[in-house]
């Protein structure tokens, strides 16, 4: 893989003179006490500025801080004019800009398009502090602050809108994000060594259109660089022409795979001067096999190894895309981590509360990236598969960083992990097959034989960890692999011994091989290998504890009948959810061009290929949630209707192999309230229970002692177990 040049090794620029602020300035006041005339950099966020590494914008502003740059931060601005935005002045460099640390659209709508009521990243959880697509405002308000100053984007937002993207808000496809915004530069995945190298380099006096050969970012051009050779992304993925013919995807023969039959065909081109174009703006916007076609090319085209630039037309211009960054070495992991952050929230946020910081104040990241593949989720999309872990010393210093500033510890560290748990120091068992591979999950199908499964180093580190003084307790609260933990016992022992706090999360996600596998999510089976484990080794610790499920309703592949086999499992497991999770299709996810199109990109995509099942109308999305809450009343009327459609009456009843009950509590389930549900069983039923020795508080007839009953069968336990207890 290239060599990237170590982001601590830039000269620092002549203003480190002013040395380390205690907090980076968010105000006129604040510049001046540090000695500032000006800012180098000004970063605008849409979540209150917490100087923690957790937190996008205090990490990058520190890093920038170390490499000598002035740097101010405009935290939630306010936006209906620019006024705001002049608050620090002209910055001398650019403006960063970033929606915060989840997508502003994901953060303040749920996945049924309702308003949230609260914002997890804003002082006493208001949820009025940030506009919607706030990257897209916050730079026209910079624009029109200071019109001459270059604009970057940043962050998740603008990393998962950086080409044509669905929308699922709007309902339509939307053009890249830096289109929109009228920005100069987009800086894609983690950001550390695209701003370290814009910052340094503009400050040199080059020109922002002078930077386009910086890994990890996209801008707008008028003509293909020279040197540069153009494929059309149809002779890459399949044979013939996007444009324009009619059907460009035509089935052709498998014996040869496309990509080889690609560079069989090219030899004399050179790979890293090799630029695909993908199908255009306006195209993908009306044809929904060419958006799925765009997607899979560009889940192809995300291994930093063998990545190439990738080219959209949008709309007049071109948008070009170089490939991913270099992940970050251990060394700069460490430095990245080890940085002076005061871990706390700006001092002018007085006593309001923060709940994203009360939440992880006290929380290590060990790791980043995630080599999963999970089509839903954001995080390989936004970090990359290739794992980048810190050292255990770094690890352990901040863990007595922690304990000996923090003024609300008690002992105990809330998670030590990262987007995944436990696949810190996993990698591929060859840097060349690691370099060349095009996999988009190490496992799924299975587990990769190439892959390393040691989870020796996590262990070993968990037993440096809580054996440092005035720890008393490590948890692990970030999401577990549970197929990979099942590959070392050792560490299932370990976990479940010193590392749970009563229930660990896991997420299988669904149960059924349908849904599953469009999810790139491994069989049922492999939870239940792990919770056997899992079981042994809390019981050999002599402690009671449970693992709590997650699922996701709604998912692209998902049919009425696999959520009733899931509710089915979830009662005869004795799990009750408190809280259901609705598949939410975020931009560029693999699973959001399913939903969008109703084709399979994780397969060749043609006009003939893979349908994909998508329960999309609200109704439908609302019955998929209300089966993994089949025990809640409110439920009911719907689930009963539902049951009688798919020709499953035999689940409505009162006894214990009923899904849901015949009878409607008072006030529950709108107008149906406390009429019995007859269905063609109940008269046979009657004619029976005329018949049946009846025992007093127990009958069907007597509503009152039937649903007593039903509480006493299976409500506590289920309770129990869906908490952890």
Known sequence: MQKAQDIFSYRPYWAKRFGIAPHLPTSREEMNSLGWDSCDIVLVTGDAYVDHPSFGMALIGRLLEAQGFRVGILSQPAWKDASDFMRLGRPNLFFGVTGGNMDSMVNRYTSDKKIRSNDAYTPDGRADCRPDRSVLVYAQRCREAYADVPIVLGGIEASLRRIAHYDYWSDKVRRSVLVDAKADLLVFGNGERQVVEIAHRLAKGEKIGELTEIRGTAYLLKD????WSMVDSSEIDTPGELSPHPDPYAEQSPCIDPVEQFSRSRRKIDR???????PGYEEVKKDPVLYAHASRILHQETNPGNARALLQNQGGRDLWLNPPP?????????????????RLPHPGYGDAKIPAFEMIQHSVTIMRGCFG???????TEHEGRIIQSRSEDSILREIETIRDTSPAFTGVISDLGGPTANMYRLSCKSAEIEEKCRRLSCVYPGICKNLGTDHGPLISLYRRARALPGIKKILVASGLRYDLAVRSPEYVKELATHHVGGYLKIAPEHTEEGPLSKMMKPGIGTYYRFKELFDRYSREAGKEQYLIPYFIAAHPGTTDQDMLNLALWLKENGFRADQVQAFLPSPRAAATAMYHTGKNPLRRISRNSEAVYIPKSYQQRRLHKAFLRYHDAENWPLLREALMKMGRADLIGNGKHHLVP???????????????????????ENEENRHRKRQPGKTEGNRKDSRTARVRSDGPVGIRRARGR
């Open 224 to 227: 293909i660089p020279e040197g």
């Open 272 to 278: 890293e001067k090799t630029v695909i174009r993908l």
């Open 326 to 342: 270099i992940p970050l070495s251990t060394e700069e992991m460490d430095g990245v981590y080890g940085l002076p952050y005061s």
């Open 373 to 379: 593949g999970c089509t839903f989720c954001s995080i």
């Open 662 to 684: 015949r009878f409607q509590p008072q006030g529950t389930g709108g107008k149906e309230g406390m009429k019995p549900f007859r269905t063609q069983h109940t008269r046979q």
